[in-house]
């Protein structure tokens, strides 16, 4: 018997005239099976059309818990003379629990992006706008920012209300173009710092782009000898930089062979004020000055980097950099950094999301929803002997290896200790205490280099909802972790 919610999306199709349903769409509401049961929708593998996306949105409309529509490629064009951009404002902003779209891959006039605002405006669920287009308005860019950012705001206040505390101070990524007047580009990187998720409520949160990468069919990087020295002076100063701390030393290695050396003279401008930020550079001799509006605003030294926002969000130069004396510099170009890094994202994104495949509590998640949780999975370093969880502390993070291995080892009331075997690449460990918030079962030992990525319970609760309700998806699974009585289950078999 075919489903009700696929019987309303055959209907809107013929309504609009749509010969040939959506396959993918088809398939991923059967998957649902309901109205209530769909959380969301990922229209990134194929082409449905304006057309698609008009039959699309009214179904959405019946479907009071859906929260996050990916458009896909060229599905949604904002432009003034598409009737989409109405009917995607109309329905997102009479919504009582959507909270995220993406409209990657999908251009974006100033009539679109006004529209855009005016939903931000309307409606304080929606949360994240995932957009690509770096020809609009900067200041157009700027308020749908704001709005998104005042959502968030009065969300969290809504939370602390409801739980009775009061609002922290507030950490978050904000919309993909960064406020021109800022010159804190780390505040820039933080991740949300959030409680827990409101009661019926999901959470996405604000995120940066990791901006249009280069076109990879028509971009290669070209790649720049170097001596050991010169890749023993680099190599530091790139891992103390937020972007490129968080990479694999394969993937560090890549980003290192195509920086390229300058020599300027003393009064160079090596930037400009409102041109395009092209590079990233990393001061290997001499010293800068950052000028805003005539004025010496800072000065950059050797070991020190400028150029990273533009480099990170496409947008025009904050300020002029001008050479004190002779500086020498290494750079690695937007392209290359752009390529390298969608390349660096896609891997990572394929090896979380594996890993995860494999973790009972998260293997039988949609595709999309393991994306979501490995868009939010951070990374941590250690070293040989070095304990990454200690038995009796409380836990609320779940590892999954990624270099490295680790011994697990526990001590008993008699004081002995007990091994309990290892781990390795693509294995994971800490579900348990993830789940239940109790003390750590056992010592978690890194017996090499470990690099491991680690999410939080409150972040990933933010993204899913609670950890429970994701469990009882799977009833085995559920069996497995949780007692009859609904205790945590005998600890010594997870």
Same mark, same amino acid.
């Given at each position: 018997?075919?489903?009700?919610i696929v019987n309303e999306y055959?209907?809107?199709?013929?309504?609009?005239?749509?010969?040939?349903?959506?396959?993918?769409?088809?398939?991923?509401?059967?998957?649902?099976?309901?109205?209530?049961?769909?959380?969301?929708?990922?229209?990134?593998?194929?082409?449905?059309?304006?057309?698609?996306?008009?039959?699309?949105?009214?179904?959405? $409309?019946?479907?009071?818990n859906f929260s996050t529509l990916?458009?896909?490629?060229?599905?949604?064009?904002?432009? &003034?003379?598409?009737?989409?951009?109405?009917?995607?404002?109309?329905?997102?902003?009479?919504?009582?629990?959507?909270?995220?779209?993406?409209?990657?891959?999908?251009?974006v006039t100033a009539y679109g992006?006004?529209?855009?605002? =005016?939903?931000?405006?309307?409606?304080?669920?929606?949360?994240?706008?995932?957009?690509?287009?770096?020809?609009? =308005?900067?200041?157009?860019?700027?308020?749908?920012?704001?709005?998104?950012?005042?959502?968030?705001?009065?969300?969290?206040?809504?939370?602390?209300?409801? &739980?009775?505390?009061?609002?922290?101070?507030?950490?978050?990524?904000?919309?993909?173009?960064?406020?021109?007047?800022?010159?804190?580009?780390?505040?820039?990187?933080?991740?949300?710092?959030?409680?827990?998720?409101?009661?019926? @409520?999901?959470? *996405?949160?604000?995120?940066?782009?990791?901006?249009?990468? $280069?076109? &990879?069919?028509?971009? *290669?990087?070209?790649?720049?000898?170097?001596?050991?020295?010169?890749?023993?002076?680099?190599?530091?100063?790139?891992?103390?930089?937020?972007?490129?701390?968080?990479?694999?030393?394969?993937?560090?290695?890549?980003?290192?062979?195509?920086?390229?050396?300058?020599?300027?003279?003393?009064?160079?401008?090596?930037?400009?004020?409102? *041109?395009?930020?092209?590079?990233? #550079?990393?001061?290997?001799?001499?010293?800068?000055?950052?000028?805003?509006?005539?004025?010496?605003?800072?000065?950059?030294?050797?070991?020190?980097?400028?150029?990273?926002?533009?480099?990170? #969000?496409? *947008?025009?130069?904050?300020?002029?950099?001008?050479?004190?004396?002779?500086?020498?510099?290494?750079?690695?170009?937007?392209?290359? +950094?752009?390529?390298?890094?969608?390349?660096?994202?896609?891997?990572? @994104?394929?090896? +979380?999301?594996?890993?995860?495949?494999?973790?009972?509590?998260?293997?039988?998640?949609?595709? +999309?929803?393991?994306?979501?949780?490995?868009?939010?999975?951070?990374?941590?370093?250690?070293?040989?002997?070095?304990?990454?969880?200690?038995?009796?502390?409380?836990? =609320?993070?779940? #590892?999954?290896?990624?270099?490295?291995?680790?011994?697990?080892?526990?001590?008993?009331?008699?004081?002995?200790?007990?091994?309990?075997?290892?781990?390795?690449?693509?294995?994971?460990?800490?579900?348990?205490?993830?789940?239940?918030?109790?003390?750590?079962?056992?010592?978690?030992?890194?017996?090499?280099?470990?690099?491991?990525?680690?999410?939080?319970?409150?972040?990933?609760?933010?993204?899913?909802?609670?950890?429970?309700?994701?469990?009882?998806?799977?009833?085995?699974? +559920?069996?497995?972790?949780?007692?009859?009585?609904?205790?945590? $289950?005998?600890?010594?078999?997870?």
């Open positions: 018997m075919t489903p009700p055959l209907t809107k199709c013929k309504e609009h005239n749509i010969k040939k349903p959506n396959k993918e769409v088809i398939d991923q509401l059967e998957e649902a099976q309901g109205f209530e049961e769909l959380e969301s929708l990922d229209l990134s593998r194929n082409y449905v059309g304006n057309k698609g996306m008009l039959a699309i949105m009214e179904v959405i $409309a019946k479907c009071k990916v458009v896909g490629q060229h599905n949604a064009e904002l432009s &003034s003379d598409n009737e989409f951009v109405d009917k995607i404002m109309q329905v997102a902003a009479a919504h009582p629990s959507m909270t995220s779209i993406d409209f990657m891959g999908n251009p992006a006004k529209k855009l605002l =005016d939903l931000a405006r309307e409606n304080e669920q929606i949360l994240y706008l995932h957009l690509d287009d770096d020809e609009l =308005d900067q200041k157009l860019k700027i308020r749908i920012r704001e709005a998104l950012e005042a959502n968030l705001h009065k969300m969290w206040a809504q939370d602390a209300e409801d &739980s009775g505390e009061a609002a922290e101070g507030v950490k978050f990524v904000s919309f993909h173009v960064p406020d021109v007047k800022s010159d804190d580009s780390a505040n820039l990187l933080q991740k949300p710092d959030t409680a827990d998720s409101a009661k019926g @409520r999901r959470r *996405t949160g604000i995120s940066a782009e990791l901006m249009r990468g $280069a076109d &990879s069919e028509e971009h *290669t990087p070209v790649y720049v000898e170097k001596s050991h020295a010169v890749k023993d002076q680099i190599r530091p100063i790139l891992l103390k930089n937020p972007l490129f701390n968080h990479l694999a030393k394969s993937e560090l290695k890549t980003f290192l062979e195509v920086m390229f050396p300058n020599t300027w003279e003393a009064g160079t401008e090596i930037m400009q004020v409102g *041109t395009p930020g092209k590079n990233f #550079y990393m001061i290997t001799k001499g010293a800068v000055d950052i000028i805003k509006e005539g004025n010496v605003v800072a000065v950059k030294k050797e070991s020190e980097v400028f150029g990273e926002l533009e480099l990170m #969000y496409n *947008t025009n130069a904050v300020a002029t950099v001008k050479a004190q004396g002779e500086v020498e510099t290494w750079a690695i170009s937007r392209k290359d +950094y752009q390529y390298l890094m969608m390349d660096e994202m896609v891997n990572r @994104r394929k090896t +979380y999301t594996e890993i995860l495949s494999r973790i009972p509590i998260t293997q039988h998640l949609s595709s +999309y929803e393991k994306l979501q949780i490995a868009d939010a999975l951070d990374t941590a370093t250690f070293e040989p002997g070095q304990k990454v969880i200690s038995q009796g502390e409380q836990g =609320d993070v779940m #590892y999954m290896i990624l270099e490295g291995s680790v011994d697990i080892r526990r001590t008993t009331e008699d004081g002995e200790v007990a091994d309990l075997g290892g781990r390795g690449v693509g294995e994971y460990f800490g579900e348990f205490e993830f789940l239940f918030n109790v003390p750590r079962f056992c010592d978690v030992i890194a017996k090499d280099h470990l690099r491991a990525a680690f999410i939080k319970k409150k972040d990933f609760e933010l993204s899913m909802g609670p950890t429970m309700d994701i469990l009882k998806r799977n009833a085995a699974v +559920y069996r497995f972790y949780v007692s009859e009585d609904g205790s945590p $289950a005998d600890r010594n078999k997870a």
